[in-house]
């Protein structure tokens, strides 16, 4: 058995409306090279200035990982040759990246582990080529966007915990609002780094497989990788040092290119931009703009609310979620003395996970969108309040939500014109109790008999709930009835 090492390389595209170093728009998905200038396109002479956002973006992801930012940050010059790159150099970080030495705790059938952060570093997006047939486009609107590099420890073990990482780390930027996570869309890509050695003798050979944009194949490709060089190491072979691609077709890493040493890219600072020093006022702005994390947040859910684990890290699933859920929670305690704060979040978490759910992927509409949807906080706090205090059966409590999305209107009005209101009151329940007691007098005279079995006595007795549910049009609260038809078998 070998022992294996991962670290990782993410890039995140910073939601900025402007690019990190001019003022182009940033935008995905625009008419091929509308949004440039002459500060992107790297033509000579011209200067570039720091967008102030995209270092504060930077510096809430490097502090929500909990690295330090340095008391001076600075850019350097990486200087590389390639087509959609065309100032030959790449402005970046390289001494004094904005955050240093942080972790994030992943978790998993693994328990939880702490993965160390070596350093966030800001930088620009190259511009991206487009292969057709036999020529070779080149689109220079994502040259300059603002990328934020997040470079890890070698302190992952399996495809599994990398897969983990960038799902966590996904969902943390997303909370921070710094970036949509997107990884189709390449908002979010991952370089996946990986050797394996005998146990205890430290890393091995590094094989780095680039540009993976989905957390699946980031598990695939090292989990790949890893049986790969157990393999040849087995056959007595070395490792090359290089990097790989993941070719989704046939499952498998394959080779693209030696790897080149740091030294290669002549690091050298950046003259054209002044060295960075956060002051008082840019770090404090950068500490309030942080909103709770998710993974605090689950954990107060657990408490506050009495969600269990699972339902915690669900309802937390999106920011947005979870202000749904906490907000409906509010809204029932504020308007119903009867309900208590946990039992209300029972019931707020399992309608949000099973029919609400179900019905916002009906619908195409994405957890994050709740905010917009038809079922406002108002709304959905009224159907909990009225289920919880027995006015609204389940049944109708459903039918009444399919109504107020297609209709687009408050629970309240459909319940009134529908009927739907439970018949709580006693004398109302014991008429229809007494229609269906002469209706069905053989069965209770069954149900009555003193030897019966008690299952049979149930089945019974749930024969008679059910008829009398059918008299009031499934109005009559169910508990009532049952006890009522109790007391008359005398059971
Ligand atoms: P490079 O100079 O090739 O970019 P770095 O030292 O900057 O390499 O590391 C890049 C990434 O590779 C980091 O995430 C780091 O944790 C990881 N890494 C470095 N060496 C190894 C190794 N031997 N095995 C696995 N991962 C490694
Ligand atoms: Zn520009
Ligand atoms: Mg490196």
Redesign the pocket.
């Known amino acids: 058995m070998y022992q294996s ?5 993410v890039h995140i595209h910073l939601l900025t409306k402007t690019k990190v170093f001019c003022g182009c728009r940033s935008a995905f998905g625009d008419e091929p090279n509308t949004n440039v200038c002459p500060v992107c396109l790297g033509y000579p002479g011209v200067l570039p200035a720091l967008n102030r956002e995209s270092m504060k973006m930077s510096c809430m992801v490097a502090k929500a990982l909990n690295c330090t930012i340095p008391e001076k940050t600075w850019f350097e010059r990486k200087q590389y040759f390639y087509p959609d790159m065309t100032k030959n150099y790449q402005i970046s970080q390289f001494a004094s990246p904005l955050g240093q030495r942080g972790y994030l705790d992943i978790e998993g059938t693994w328990g939880v582990k702490r993965v160390r952060i ?1 350093e966030c570093h800001l930088e620009e997006d190259a511009g991206k080529m487009i292969h057709t047939g036999t020529v070779s486009l080149l689109d220079y609107n994502r040259a300059g966007v603002s990328l934020l590099e997040i ?4 302190d992952m073990e399996t495809g599994e915990q990398a897969e983990a990482f960038i799902q966590q780390l996904r969902r943390l930027v997303r909370y921070v609002g710094v970036c949509d996570g997107n990884m189709e869309e390449g908002s979010l890509r991952a370089d996946a ?3 394996i050695n005998l146990p205890g003798k430290g ?4 094989v ?1 497989i680039k540009n993976l944009n989905s957390s699946r194949f980031v598990r695939l490709g090292l989990n790949y990788e890893i049986e790969r060089q157990a393999k040849a190491l087995d056959a007595g072979k070395t490792i090359v040092q290089e990097t790989r691609l993941w070719n989704q077709n046939r499952d498998q890493t394959e080779p693209m290119r030696q ?1 080149e ?2 030294q290669d890219y002549r690091y050298f600072p950046e003259p054209d931009l002044p060295v960075f020093a956060p002051d008082a006022a840019f770090l404090k702005s950068v500490e309030d703009a942080i909103v709770e994390l998710p993974f605090p947040r689950r954990k107060r859910l657990e408490t506050e609310y009495g969600v269990s684990a699972e339902q915690a890290n669900l309802i937390c699933e999106e920011r947005a979620f979870a202000d749904y859920f906490e907000s409906t929670a509010a809204a029932v305690v504020q308007t119903s003395s009867g309900v208590d704060k946990k039992s209300a979040a029972q019931r707020i978490a399992n309608w949000l996970l099973t029919d609400i759910k179900h019905i916002l992927t009906r619908e195409g509409i994405a957890l994050a969108s709740i905010g917009g949807f038809k079922l406002t906080v108002d709304r959905f706090a009224y159907l909990v309040v009225m289920t919880a205090n027995g006015s609204l059966s389940t049944k109708n409590a459903k039918q009444t939500l399919e109504l107020v999305l297609s209709e687009d209107r408050d629970p309240a009005d459909i319940i009134r014109e529908k009927r739907f209101e439970q018949i709580t009151d006693p004398v109302v329940i014991a008429e229809a109790v007494a229609l269906v007691e002469k209706e069905e007098a053989a069965t209770f005279a069954e149900a009555r008999e003193p030897a019966k079995n008690q299952k049979r006595q149930r089945t019974l007795t749930a024969f008679l709930v059910g008829k009398v549910l059918e008299k009031t049009h499934g109005r009559a609260d169910p508990r009532i009835v049952k006890e009522q038809i109790a007391k008359l078998i005398g059971g």
């Open positions: 090492f991962i670290g990782l390389e070596h470079v890890t420890e070698p780094n990986v050797s890393l091995g050979k590094k780095e790897k040493n740091a």
